[in-house]
């Protein structure tokens, strides 16, 4: 939110520049202002579908619709980044539904009506969307009609308008669901093999070959006597201009000054946590004393021996070497000081098996009597998962009446830690926030000698003083560069410092080399230019950058210059390949033998069977292989063919006719096509409105 406060600054300027273009329209003609206006107002443009270019503006309303959408959905009043980033992928993909999206599928005929719509909302029919809807969720989690009815009647009530806004986000999303469902069974029934192709596809994947074959596989360098002149370049680039197609990148060379506690921090910090070391070793209370003293704060998680050596190994020895409340005291490792207590040690399994009948638990006392009188019907014998499927809450059809599976510490249910203390096959009630629970624990793992451990930590952090001298360091080089490359490296050159390269960074990068958390970085590499060097960038408030651009590349296929090394090293592989093809097929003249064959060239004949298109043995092969058998005669020897891994010569020795590809089989394959054509549909739509993004330049 940071970020969308400064752009808001940003927009300040924007609002005093239009001013300043309105009082111009006075004195200056319509069109020149238009003009004007035009090359203000795409600088805060935040893409571009079929022609028309989204504002800040409008991309922002949709923000906050959205935001409002995911508060409701959540109960959360605030976001964290990663809600937020969710809520702005929701807004573009809305932009893009209604822009590009929708109007294609409009564009094939399709509508949803008003009666259908009703249909799907209210009616026999009910759309996906609502099924799915956690608020219309009955207390066995499955859709319930009688929530989705009590909520459009509360809507005209609420004073607030939220069940208004909500509903009318869903009823879009249905119509959006039910367009898009139309278009991928109108684009379904339109994908058919006719009877001939179907009998094609079931012969050629039926007909199997045994082959003999021998290979001569390329080389992975290029021959050093091979030549390629820039005409033959020109004429590759010409003709395979579509593959040099990429996204934006950038190059840069960049200095970072890692702010590092100085040695008068590391002893403050050790000073620090001498001073609560005697209360750490005595307190009663450690959760309190924890939570007010310590980076680390009391974790019921038991410990097995091992699991504490990723964090410390010397904790890890203490844990398993010491009694119960025993203390280690302070002791130092790299910038942290710790020291730890011996909470609680226990023999415990690492995993058990859980059983549970979940009831409703609204009128306590009522719960506790039907939880007695069904612990009473299991001790008598009755079968535990007869009783779940006749009365849990709990109806999850994908495993056995009753059965929650195995839970270790990490991946439970909340508030059945129980599990792993209690008795086997014994009965117990236990009550969370679903309701009362009788669990059951079934099966366990061997036990072990686990440690609950209170770890006292104090981190050394770096002083303003400390702060000040790297970025002093950091802003000399700044002042130094000046903003151009050449002084950059001279500085860099004067003050003894390390430039380190970075390539290939895309536009709203949040990773740049190994530093995380980089948008402020990556953003301002997209706004400079080539040479530019940037005033000090921090990260994290622990990283000082000076960055300097050393390269460009925009979107789109990629020049000529810029791909002529690439051309030619394709070239020279190709060159080398087909030398070296011409080279065995000359020592190969005449060769009428397999085995002869394998002797001249110092290699042994292979054999393989069942080779087909279809074959799954076929499928690690090379296909120029597979084709080049398909095509051959039976029993003759057939080469060189030169494939996409070598060169093959080969006799196939037989052709035989099974039935085990079948027109089922051939069916499912269409199937797989099909799906991986509908995951290309909206990239493909989106090249044809020519989709310009440029959400990052803000967001």
Not at 331 to 343: C, Y
Request: glycine letters at 6%.
């Amino acid at each position: 939110m940071a970020v969308l406060e400064k752009i808001r600054v940003r927009m300040g300027v924007f609002i005093t520049v239009i001013i300043g273009v309105a009082l111009l329209s006075f004195i200056v003609d319509a069109q020149t202002l238009q003009t004007a206006i035009s090359m203000f107002t795409s600088k805060y443009d935040v893409g571009e579908m079929n022609g028309k270019a989204i504002s800040y503006q409008e991309f922002q309303k949709k923000i906050d619709y959205f935001t409002k959408i995911q508060q409701m959905a959540t109960g959360q009043t605030s976001l964290d980044e990663r809600g937020q980033e969710m809520v702005n992928e929701s807004a573009w993909q809305d932009l893009l539904s209604e822009n590009v999206l929708i109007p294609a599928i409009e564009e094939a005929g399709l509508a949803v009506g008003e009666e259908e719509l009703v249909d799907l909302t209210q009616g026999t029919a009910i759309s996906p969307v609502l099924m799915r809807e956690q608020t219309f969720m009955g207390q066995n989690g499955t859709f319930d009609r009688s929530r989705l009815v009590e909520f459009i009647k509360a809507i005209p009530s609420d004073e607030s308008g939220s069940l208004e806004l909500y509903w009318s986000y869903l009823e879009k999303s249905i119509k959006n669901d039910q367009m898009f469902t139309k278009y991928i069974s109108l684009l379904d029934k339109s994908t058919f093999n006719t009877p001939v192709e179907t009998k094609r596809v079931l012969a050629e994947n039926n007909i199997t070959a045994d082959v003999s074959f021998i290979i001569q596989p390329f080389g992975f360098m290029p021959d050093t006597t091979v030549t390629v002149s820039q005409q033959e370049i020109k004429d590759y680039y010409s003709k395979n201009k579509s593959k040099f197609e990429m996204n934006a990148s950038r190059d840069i060379d960049y200095v970072v000054f890692e702010v590092i506690p100085s040695a008068e921090d590391v002893r403050l910090a050790k000073e620090d946590i001498e001073k609560v070391y005697e209360e750490f070793a005595t307190t009663t209370n450690l959760r309190t004393f924890l939570a007010r003293n310590s980076e680390k704060q009391l974790s019921d998680y038991m410990f097995k021996e091992g699991e504490l050596s990723a964090l410390s190994p010397v904790l890890d020895s203490f844990a398993f070497n010491a009694p119960v409340t025993a203390v280690l005291p302070v002791f130092q490792e790299g910038n942290t000081f710790r020291a730890a207590r011996i909470n609680a040690i226990k023999s415990l399994p690492d995993s058990v098996f859980v059983e549970h009948i979940l009831l409703d638990n609204t009128d306590p006392v009522a719960a506790q009597a039907k939880a007695d009188s069904l612990i009473s019907l299991i001790d008598k014998g009755l079968d535990f998962k007869v009783l779940a499927a006749e009365n849990s809450l709990d109806q999850n059809p994908n495993v056995a009446p009753g059965e929650l599976g195995w839970m270790t510490q990490i991946m439970k249910l909340p508030g059945l830690d129980t599990c792993f203390n209690a008795q086997l096959n014994r009965p117990i009630k236990v009550a969370t926030n679903y309701g009362l629970h009788i669990v059951k624990t079934s099966k366990k793992t061997a036990p072990l000698k686990k440690v609950q451990l209170a770890i006292l930590e104090k981190s050394a952090v770096a002083s303003k003083m400390t702060f000040q001298e790297y970025y002093s360091k950091a802003n000399e080089l700044a002042s130094k560069s000046d903003g151009k490359i050449e002084k950059f490296r001279e500085a860099v050159k004067e003050m003894n410092l390390a430039i380190i390269p970075a390539v290939g960074i895309q536009e709203g990068a949040k990773t740049v080399a190994t530093y995380n958390n980089a948008r402020p970085l990556s953003r301002w590499i997209y706004e400079a230019k080539k040479g530019d060097v940037s005033q000090i960038i921090s990260l994290d408030n622990k990283y000082f950058f000076v960055v300097a651009v050393t390269g460009t590349r925009e979107a789109g296929i990629q020049s000529l210059e810029a791909m002529k090394e690439n051309i030619k090293s394709v070239l020279m592989m190709e060159k080398t390949n087909e030398k070296f093809f011409q080279t065995v097929k000359e020592r190969l003249a005449g060769i009428t033998n397999i085995e002869s064959a394998a002797e001249i060239l110092g290699t042994t004949v292979s054999r393989q069977s069942g080779v087909s298109f279809g074959a799954i043995g076929s499928q690690s092969m090379d296909p120029v292989f597979i084709g080049a058998v398909a095509g051959a005669e039976e029993n003759k020897l057939t080469g060189p063919v030169k494939g996409n891994l070598g060169i093959y010569l080969f006799n196939v020795d037989a052709r035989n006719q099974g039935e085990f590809f079948t027109e089922q089989d051939a069916k499912m394959r269409n199937g797989q096509i099909f799906s991986f054509k509908l995951q290309q549909i909206q990239s493909i739509l989106e090249k044809r409105a020519d989709v310009k993004d440029s959400r990052l330049k803000f967001f």
